[in-house]
């Protein structure tokens, strides 16, 4: 969880005026790296494959090097993913829940109390990490909303604790 006063200071210029917010918190570095482990099984051994048929010769370089590639964005993108969570806050107000990202892809999702389900689906990953969907029938081009239209906070550490915090904002408690 971010400290509100922090959580002030970061999400300042995209608050309403009036509005507080209520609960903020980062996703969990090590709930996404641990969903995304799938990756990294498949993309090492991928790559000393591909790299041990190139150096045994049974692999011209026109073939070895785009089969790399993919083994390396296999290995990369969970590093990746983990980095950029470092640039996220979720972040539930009196009003509203907001995902707001910073860094190189700068992006703000906002999905007011009205907008979203009649109860929010949780989705644990493993001990108490995992997924809170708030909404369902949104745009699939949103980051934070997969292919079957739910927007969700992604990685989170107490999945739980974020459900209880948005039932309560929403109930006006």
Known sequence: MIAPAHALTLLADKLEPGE???YAVRPDIWVTLRNKMFLLWIGLPWCIGVLGLFFA?????MIAIPLAMVGIAMVAAPIIMAIDTQYTVYAITDRRALIVRSGLRPDV???PFERMDATPEI???GGRGGHLYLASNM???LRDVDYTGKLAFRDLADVSMAAQR?????QGR
């Open 109 to 111: 999702v906002s999905c």
């Open 57 to 61: 010769g049974r692999a011209s370089p």
């Open 20 to 22: 507080r917010v209520l």
């Open 123 to 125: 989705m644990t990953a």
């Open 166 to 170: 948005l039932e309560a904002a929403r």
């Open 139 to 141: 745009s699939t081009k």
